[in-house]
């Protein structure tokens, strides 16, 4: 009997080469599409809630159905006026890459099943030690989905190395600016909140450095386990990095586990700026990078780096009977004993086949432009009389008001207009610009890490915010 997914050769290239056709189309025209969608949650249901189909459609018209329905509900990341959030850029050869990984439907897992897979892993996370300063021979780590699950993975580490079993007077310290994903760490780990020392950081959003040590010495004296410190390594909200080296000092002193929260800013490292700024970021024991935000990859592919990679395999490795015939030598590494996945998608393929193309003195031409172009966008607005730098341009991002020179507007009231601007752009779809909070003020933020983005998309969006804060004010009969 022949399987009932069998398609003909034709039918097959006839089928890819349609959807390679669009993947190409959507690159070229990028830039003339809109980066914004909206839909409320009747409106997807109208378009797509059915029961499962028993009978068969042609395959040519489901994907029509896609293309027209589900695609233009999706926003565009890659489109250089997605500011908001950490865009994803992305690149061609990667994403034909993850193509290739899914077609031939590669496990990447065990050495045995292939070990290709595992040894491009390897040459691939060498490459990343040796940007970071990570010791090669001795260090390792392992790809997984996002910064989430790296940082998960982190302190999962941490915990076993530095707590062993009883972790019931345990403290981990992390600063007020710290991402999302490592509350959600510490809580799926098993934490209480009275665990958790939540530092409140100093002006420049970095972590109090001397609350920081009051804390330790305090847990220290109630007889507490300090035994982790998340450092910050490019903060979502304004790109800040926390003071690594005299975080590392604190650790060494105190016998604590330093981990680098940089996903979002740890690429940095491919430019001379960035580099100072994380400097000392290679005296953690464990560091996340995020590959498919700044390394230009597509989702969804996660990076942690250990100085030990023993450390990884006596967390994670277990031996179950139906396991035991893919055991190889300890140089044959089974990623599986490196994390918590078993089953495993060939992430490294990307990564190594974008960097070979293109070279990685192109990544760092694109990093260092990026950089560029946020303290120039900071540039502008400082000698403008209509927007306040609020943070300035720190590793691609930087956050800034509408507050006119004579206006004269209340706290309120300013929060208020940048909410109401943002609100405005979004609809209008031609960018992608939110808020957040940052010292109690509503602030609009960009984040500049798309190489294709131009200072002329800056200058157009700012233009456009300009004009409906003007229809904003008017409407409040403002002057």
């Known amino acids: 009997m022949n399987s009932p997914f069998e398609l003909s050769k034709e039918e097959m290239k006839t089928y890819g080469y349609k959807i390679i056709d669009l993947?190409?189309?959507?690159?070229?025209?990028?830039?003339?599409q809109k980066p914004v969608t909206s839909a409320s949650r009747a409106q997807m249901d109208h378009l797509f809630l059915q029961e499962a189909p028993n009978e068969s459609m042609p395959a040519g018209k489901v994907l029509d159905f896609v293309m027209e329905n589900v695609i233009p509900h999706s926003n565009l990341t890659t489109h250089p006026k997605s500011f908001s959030f950490v865009p994803g850029p992305s690149n061609f050869i990667s994403t034909l890459a993850d193509t290739l990984a899914t077609g031939f439907n590669i496990f990447s897992g065990g050495w045995i099943v292939s070990p290709a897979a595992a040894e491009l892993e390897i040459v691939t996370m060498n490459w990343l030690l040796k940007m970071f300063n990570f010791p090669v021979q001795k260090g390792g780590g392992i790809f997984t989905s996002g910064g989430s699950m790296a940082n998960l993975t982190a302190l999962v580490t941490a915990r076993r190395i530095k707590c062993g079993d009883d972790f019931s007077k345990a403290i981990i310290y992390l600063s007020d600016q710290a991402h999302s994903s490592n509350i959600?760490?510490?809580?799926?780990?098993?934490?209480?909140?009275?665990?958790?020392?939540?530092?409140?950081?100093?002006?420049?959003?970095?972590?109090?450095?001397?609350?920081?040590?009051?804390?330790?010495?305090?847990?220290?004296?109630?007889?507490?386990?300090?035994?982790?410190?998340?450092?910050?390594?490019?903060?979502t909200n304004t790109g800040t990095v926390d003071p690594l080296d005299d975080i590392a000092d604190i650790c060494?002193?105190?016998?604590?586990w330093m981990h680098v929260d940089g996903a979002y800013g740890g690429a940095a490292i491919l430019s001379k700026k960035g580099s100072k700024i994380l400097r000392g970021i290679e005296r953690a024991d464990s560091l996340t990078v995020d590959p498919h935000k700044w390394f230009f990859q597509p989702y969804e592919i996660g990076c942690l780096l250990v100085k030990d990679s023993s450390w990884l395999s006596n967390t994670f490795s277990e031996k179950p009977e139906y396991l035991r015939d893919i055991e190889g030598n300890e140089s044959e590494i089974n990623f599986y004993d490196y994390g918590i996945q078993l089953t495993r998608r060939f992430r490294a393929l990307k990564f190594y086949m974008s960097i070979k193309t293109y070279g990685l003195d192109a990544f760092k031409k694109a990093v260092t432009y990026n950089i560029d172009l946020a303290e120039e966008t900071e540039e502008m607005l400082r000698k403008s009389k209509n927007w306040e730098v609020i943070s300035p341009a720190t590793l691609a991002v930087i956050n800034y008001r509408y507050n006119p020179i004579g206006?004269?507007?209340s706290e309120p009231e300013l929060d208020k207009l940048n909410q109401e601007i943002s609100a405005r752009v979004t609809k209008s779809k031609e960018a992608l610009l939110v808020t957040t909070i940052l010292q109690n003020q509503v602030v609009l933020r960009m984040c500049l890490i798309n190489p294709s983005t131009t200072f002329d998309h800056i200058k157009e969006t700012f233009s456009q915010c300009h004009e409906?804060?003007?229809?904003?004010?008017?409407?409040?009969?403002?002057?």
């Open 468 to 479: 409906f804060a003007k229809e904003i004010l008017a409407e409040w009969k403002v002057v």
């Open 252 to 256: 060494e002193k105190e016998n604590l």
């Open 184 to 235: 959600k760490a510490i809580r799926v780990l098993g934490f209480k909140k009275e665990q958790i020392r939540i530092i409140p950081t100093d002006l420049e959003f970095k972590i109090g450095f001397n609350k920081l040590k009051n804390a330790i010495a305090k847990d220290r004296l109630e007889g507490n386990q300090p035994f982790c410190i998340i450092a910050t390594a490019g903060t």
């Open 23 to 32: 993947i190409v189309e959507h690159y070229e025209t990028i830039d003339s």
């Open 407 to 409: 206006m004269h507007l």
